[in-house]
């Protein structure tokens, strides 16, 4: 089709990809198209913004690393994870709410014993007992359920981020008993912000905001014939919890650390709902 109007462009382009035979990938990329087309008919970029817009895309490519997944990144912090989350997984009283993987996840956690400790090195904090359980929306417990935990140290860092830490220090993989329970220990988490120093940041510093995520333990549950939960557990009494980064903050996620009565200790209940399913693995985004 020779074009003689940039109102023939989106039509072309369509045509162009018609003959497409994988029928998902033909919807997908004419919507991408669309909606992509509609984008710059309302935006009317300049070709130094156009630049610029690529220079962003390749900016998250190239700071993307071993230690940093920045496209998961930018995807967080626009919401859009979340919104893949929600869209999938529609919060309905009933199964656990899903939260966003993050960048973080590694696979291979360290396999614990229950009640083992995920702290695997001196860390200065408040000792915390988290337990719970594993079950089907009858409330039937899921016997073996997988739960695989990450999270940030009290100072607010992953283990990949610091230096300080041993290899996947407040990681681990456990397994529900007989009746679906768990229970591990570790150290109260921070609040933290999200990785600052590539093209996310400098957006974030452009668009006046703050990186912080409110403290939070994340969590991957597995079991066969269940649907994989991927979410994460936010500790009360944070004034992050409205303006979370990536918009994760959901109200049954948000739980009460409680202290354990004559202890210096606290505990956190985190119970799970699966509901039936196939049991899917994220790409880890780092690895
Ligand atoms: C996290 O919770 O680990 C996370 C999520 C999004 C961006 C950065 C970190
Ligand atoms: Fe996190």
């Avoid at 594993?134 to 990949?160: H, K, T």
Wanted: hydrophobic residues 40%.
């Amino acid at each position: 089709m020779i074009i003689d109007h940039q109102a023939d462009l989106t039509l072309a382009v369509e045509l162009a990809m018609a003959r497409t035979p994988d029928p998902r990938l033909r919807e997908v990329m004419a919507a991408l198209v669309r909606h992509a087309h509609a984008f710059v008919r309302e935006v009317r970029p300049t070709d130094e913004e156009f630049e610029r817009g690529i220079d962003f895309l390749i900016g998250i490519g190239q700071a993307t690393d071993e230690k940093k997944n920045e496209v998961v990144l930018a995807a967080d912090v626009l919401g859009i994870s979340s919104l893949v989350g929600l869209l999938n997984k529609p919060l309905d009283g009933v199964r656990t709410a899903p939260a966003l993987l993050g960048p973080f996840w590694r696979r291979n956690a360290p396999e614990c014993a229950p009640g083992d400790s995920i702290v695997r090195c001196a860390v200065e904090g408040e000792r915390l007992l988290v337990r719970g359980s594993v079950r089907d929306p009858a409330g039937r417990p899921i016997a073996g359920a997988r739960i695989d935990v990450w999270q940030a140290s009290p100072v607010g860092l992953y283990e990949n981020q610091d230096d300080g830490q041993p290899e996947m220090n407040l990681r681990g993989l456990f397994t529900a008993d007989a009746a679906g329970a768990y229970h591990f220990e570790t150290v109260r988490p921070a609040g933290y912000p999200v990785p600052t120093d590539g093209p996310v940041g400098d957006l974030l510093r452009a668009q006046r905001r703050h990186p912080y995520r409110p403290a939070h333990i994340h969590f991957m549950v597995t079991a066969p014939g269940h649907a994989t939960l991927v979410t994460q557990i936010f500790a009360d009494e944070q004034d992050r919890l409205e303006t979370d980064v990536t918009f994760g903050v959901l109200e049954p996620l948000v739980a009460r650390f409680e202290p354990k009565e004559g202890g210096n200790l606290q505990v956190l209940r985190c119970d799970f709902v699966l509901e039936a399913g196939e049991t899917r693995i994220p790409k880890a985004p780092i690895p």
